[in-house]
């Protein structure tokens, strides 16, 4: 690990990104602003893309470890294009998981799920909004108190504002693609995650998906 300056943060990077997953090189970048370091990536599979690379999750033990609790309990937006090819472990395979706020997608009703206190509560995207095989921009907001929207390429899905639970601290490094038991894998392939300490606009969640899309 090694320091970067911000001004090295890959794009796209909105004010407030404090993590971020750059595939758009064939150098895969985890980036944690956080603390303002480089992590190289392990633990999935680097495959080359239309415009870069992306990483393949086998839906298996596949993860990436991040040490810390990025999410925390304050206001976040997480960002990333997914392509699914299966739902993974226990049909829930997880996009990211702290062990108390994760982001899945889950076979029953082919959604994204949010829970911010390990499902006591959760928020679903609306049913069907998940294509296997197909490309999608997500983007889950969560406010401090637990207020979730889910957005797939750019439009809102699902109940407006749902309750996710009282945010809680992580109880787990943050994992992506996996959960820290290793049984909760994501099948599919996992592009230009970022996370941002603060709610998205309606407008910026278009443009990032606007901006992106020739990507994928």
């Known amino acids: 690990m090694y320091k970067i300056p911000r001004t090295n943060a890959p794009y796209p990077t909105l004010p407030g990104c404090v993590f971020a997953l750059d595939t758009r090189t064939n150098a895969v970048k985890l980036f944690d602003l956080t603390r303002n370091i480089q992590v190289n990536v392990s633990g999935a599979t680097s495959v080359a893309g239309l415009y870069g690379n992306n990483l393949l999750f086998n839906g298996g033990t596949n993860r990436l470890g991040t040490a810390g609790d990025i999410p925390g309990t304050g206001s976040v937006t997480i960002e990333a294009w997914i392509k699914v090819s299966g739902f993974g472990g226990g049909g829930t395979g997880n996009l990211i998981n ?4 994760a982001v899945n997608v889950n076979v029953t009703g082919a959604k994204l799920t949010i829970t911010s206190n390990n499902y006591s509560n959760s928020v679903n995207s609306a049913d069907n909004a998940i294509t296997l095989g197909s490309w999608h921009h997500i983007v889950i907001t969560r ?16 109940t407006a504002n749902g309750n996710s639970g009282t945010p809680a601290a992580g109880t787990t490094d943050t ?8 049984d909760k894998g994501f099948q599919g392939n996992i592009k230009n995650l970022n996370i941002y300490n603060r709610i998205l606009t309606q407008a910026e969640i278009t443009q990032l998906y606007r901006q992106s899309a020739y990507e994928v």
């Open 175 to 182: 994992i992506i693609g996996n959960r820290n038991a290793a």
């Open 98 to 101: 702290n062990g108390k706020l």
């Open 143 to 158: 406010t401090s108190a637990g207020v979730a929207n889910i957005y797939i390429n750019g439009a809102q899905s699902g």
